[in-house]
């Protein structure tokens, strides 16, 4: 199997419901995150991380994603002619991610599921491994995910997951990994993953979040997942569950990831994440910070 990773997929063919009426004729991926879509910070970590083809797996309605990357020379040009040539330099910028990130898109087909989307975009993946993020994750480090994540798998050359420390009290949100040993450095070898159990069922203090290394030996599953869902036409194609099977055989590792995790999903980890973003901005940050003391100092009506 390669050690190297090159390739990676953006799933991006939801539908934001969660957001509506936000997203209503918005794609949740473009809504922003300070000064750029969500999806871009994306890219942005894939491309930082030595990722050379990255593909966006869309569905009807998502064309907005495809005309952000789209190099744009036309409007470059008129705003350099203008004298505007910051936000030319910052749009060029852009189109280039579409260049250094080798960006396809692909048509979503098949069953209901985070799954499908994996499946779609790992043909003609050979023995390589690929990156899955998703698209309404920002992660703010020093290191990007992407990177912890490739670290961990030229570890080990086995699938990895993305895990972060929890409270116990929420394990019902999550996917929690079976934990067999740790390996230090925030490596630990698991032997599965229990979706959203009580408390007091959780069987460690990690919760699985966006970001898993796919291994060959996780699409056959997947595969596998789908043909049984053609058969029966029941139930969805998960992620999850192909690499609960895999895993049942065959190592798997979580990599404790060093950094912050905004989820965008709904509206008020929407709202943190920009928040938190508008905080971050040299610029913007002690105008916002003074104007939540002045709202907070405000009597109530």
Same mark, same amino acid.
């Given at each position: 199997?390669?050690?190297? $990773?090159?390739? =990676?997929?953006?799933?991006?063919?939801?539908?934001?419901? *969660?957001?509506l009426p936000l997203t209503k004729a918005t794609p949740k991926e473009m809504l922003p995150v300070g000064d750029k879509p969500v999806i871009e910070h994306t890219v942005r970590e894939l491309v930082a991380s030595g990722i050379?083809?990255?593909?966006?797996?869309?569905?009807?309605?998502?064309?907005?994603? /495809?005309? #952000?990357?789209?190099?744009?020379?036309?409007?470059? &040009?008129?705003?350099?002619?203008?004298? !505007?040539?910051?936000? &030319?330099?910052?749009?060029?910028?852009?189109?280039?991610?579409?260049? !250094?990130? #080798? $960006?396809?898109?692909?048509?979503?087909?098949?069953?209901?599921?985070?799954?499908?989307?994996?499946?779609?975009?790992? *043909?003609?993946?050979?023995?390589?491994?690929?990156?899955?993020? +998703?698209?309404?994750?920002?992660?703010? &480090?020093?290191?990007? *995910?992407?990177?912890?994540?490739?670290? =961990?798998?030229?570890?080990?050359?086995?699938?990895?997951?993305?895990?972060?420390?929890?409270?116990?009290?929420?394990? #019902?949100?999550?996917?929690?990994?079976?934990?067999?040993?740790?390996?230090?450095?925030?490596?630990?070898?698991?032997?599965?993953?229990?979706?959203?159990?009580?408390?007091?069922?959780?069987?460690?203090?990690?919760?699985? $979040?966006?970001?898993?290394?796919?291994?060959?030996?996780?699409?056959?599953?997947?595969?596998? /997942?789908?043909?049984?869902?053609?058969?029966?036409?029941?139930?969805?194609?998960?992620?999850?569950? =192909?690499?609960?099977?895999? &895993?049942?055989?065959?190592?798997?590792?979580?990599?404790? $990831?060093?950094?912050? +995790?905004?989820?965008?999903?709904?509206?008020?980890?929407?709202?943190?994440?920009?928040?938190?973003?508008?905080?971050?901005?040299?610029?913007?940050?002690?105008?916002?910070? *003074?104007?939540?003391?002045?709202?907070?100092?405000?009597?109530?009506?």
């Amino acid at each position: 199997m390669s050690t190297t $990773i090159r390739r =990676a997929v953006i799933p991006a063919a939801g539908l934001g419901s *969660r957001l509506l009426p936000l997203t209503k004729a918005t794609p949740k991926e473009m809504l922003p995150v300070g000064d750029k879509p969500v999806i871009e910070h994306t890219v942005r970590e894939l491309v930082a991380s030595g990722i050379t083809d990255i593909t966006i797996v869309v569905s009807g309605g998502k064309g907005l994603i /495809q005309d #952000h990357f789209r190099p744009n020379p036309a409007l470059i &040009a008129q705003l350099r002619a203008d004298g !505007r040539n910051a936000y &030319a330099d910052a749009v060029e910028e852009v189109g280039d991610l579409s260049r !250094r990130g #080798h $960006i396809t898109y692909l048509d979503q087909h098949g069953p209901y599921g985070n799954g499908t989307p994996v499946l779609n975009a790992a *043909r003609n993946l050979g023995d390589e491994p690929m990156l899955v993020l +998703w698209p309404d994750d920002v992660f703010v &480090a020093g290191t990007p *995910r992407a990177q912890q994540l490739i670290k =961990a798998y030229e570890a080990t050359s086995c699938p990895v997951l993305a895990l972060l420390p929890m409270d116990p009290a929420d394990s #019902h949100r999550y996917g929690v990994p079976v934990v067999e040993e740790d390996l230090n450095d925030g490596l630990l070898r698991i032997t599965g993953l229990v979706e959203k159990p009580k408390p007091q069922d959780a069987p460690s203090a990690y919760a699985a $979040i966006g970001g898993y290394v796919v291994t060959p030996g996780i699409v056959d599953e997947l595969r596998r /997942q789908t043909q049984r869902w053609y058969e029966h036409r029941t139930g969805e194609v998960y992620l999850t569950d =192909a690499i609960n099977a895999y &895993a049942a055989g065959h190592a798997v590792y979580g990599q404790v $990831i060093e950094g912050r +995790w905004y989820d965008t999903g709904n509206p008020l980890a929407y709202l943190t994440a920009q928040f938190a973003a508008a905080l971050a901005d040299p610029e913007y940050g002690p105008h916002l910070r *003074r104007l939540a003391q002045e709202v907070g100092e405000t009597p109530s009506a």
